[in-house]
């Protein structure tokens, strides 16, 4: 299961209704992929689509959907959200990531 802070859900929404998703009923759609300085990298957008092999989860009222590849990698993370002076942007605490980048925006495992 992934987890979404308080202060990532707020944000969450924020962001959807500017782009015009409805938080209430879309998803935000988390995966990983190969690269970054650290190995693997996170994807976050919004969708209103589950395909086949997804996984949909809900935390604090957010919807959450994952490709069954990704989820291996994300099982346990919580999404948050940073905007302090080291930048803004959502934030990954995966507990499964041996190493991450500096940024944080990629790991290894």
């Given at each position: 299961m992934i987890q979404v802070s308080e202060i990532a859900k707020?944000?969450?929404?924020?962001?959807?209704?500017?782009?015009?998703?409805?938080?209430?009923?879309?998803?935000?759609?988390?995966?990983?992929?190969?690269?970054?300085c650290s190995?693997?990298?996170?994807?976050?957008?919004?969708?209103?689509?589950?395909l086949e092999n997804d996984?949909?989860?809900e935390s604090n009222a957010i919807k959450i959907i994952v490709d069954k590849k990704s989820f291996l990698y994300l099982v346990g993370t919580t999404l948050d959200y940073s905007g302090g002076l080291?930048?803004?942007g959502f934030v990954f605490n995966n507990p499964n990531a041996n190493r991450t980048c500096g940024c944080g925006e990629s790991f290894s495992l």
């Amino acid at each position: 299961m992934i987890q979404v802070s308080e202060i990532a859900k707020s944000k969450v929404i924020e962001l959807m209704t500017a782009d015009g998703f409805d938080a209430s009923k879309d998803f935000v759609r988390v995966g990983v992929k190969s690269g970054g300085c650290s190995g693997l990298s996170y994807e976050l957008k919004f969708d209103n689509q589950q395909l086949e092999n997804d996984k949909i989860f809900e935390s604090n009222a957010i919807k959450i959907i994952v490709d069954k590849k990704s989820f291996l990698y994300l099982v346990g993370t919580t999404l948050d959200y940073s905007g302090g002076l080291n930048g803004t942007g959502f934030v990954f605490n995966n507990p499964n990531a041996n190493r991450t980048c500096g940024c944080g925006e990629s790991f290894s495992l």
